[in-house]
């Protein structure tokens, strides 16, 4: 069972509407999996960067983001996904269950055809995966903020 490391909610800074995004950081097989629900947009983006810079470890690390309850993605939020992808030389990013126009988005950005990039209907095809792959240590940036 993954166990829980934090939960960010962002929201523009004075606004009383619920968070745009909520990102939970869990561990699947020693792999940091994001489960996020909400927007992606260029503000949750950068909330979003300092969670996944905080748990990189190395360019040969496996990185997991569920959208399964992502309803929109910015440019932001996209090009955020392809600097992670960008600093993860030998490993690669495991997207599990994106939804509709989000899936959409992947497809024709190119990102979901990425051989770095790896799309899973559901975490059981995700720890199968995993159990392949063995990240490893060290420091990684996610590129600029």
Do not use: C
Request: aromatic fraction near 6%; charge should be negative.
């Amino acid at each position: 069972m993954p166990s829980v490391f934090h939960k960010i909610f962002s929201r523009s800074p004075g606004e009383s509407e619920p968070p745009a995004l909520s990102i939970e950081t869990l561990r699947e097989l020693e792999a940091p999996l994001f489960v996020l629900t909400g927007e992606i947009d260029h503000f949750s983006a950068r909330m979003l960067r300092k969670a996944i810079e905080g748990e990189l470890s190395g360019p040969d690390q496996v990185v997991l983001f569920d959208l399964n309850a992502v309803t929109y993605v910015d440019s932001g939020g996209l090009a955020l996904l392809f600097d992670v992808v960008r600093a993860l030389e030998k490993g690669w990013v495991g997207v599990i269950e994106p939804r509709g126009g989000v899936r959409r988005l992947l497809d024709i950005s190119g990102l979901g055809a990425m051989p770095t990039v790896k799309i899973f209907n559901d975490r059981e095809e995700v720890r199968q995966a995993l159990r392949t792959d063995a990240p490893a240590p060290g420091p990684r940036s996610v590129g600029p903020e």
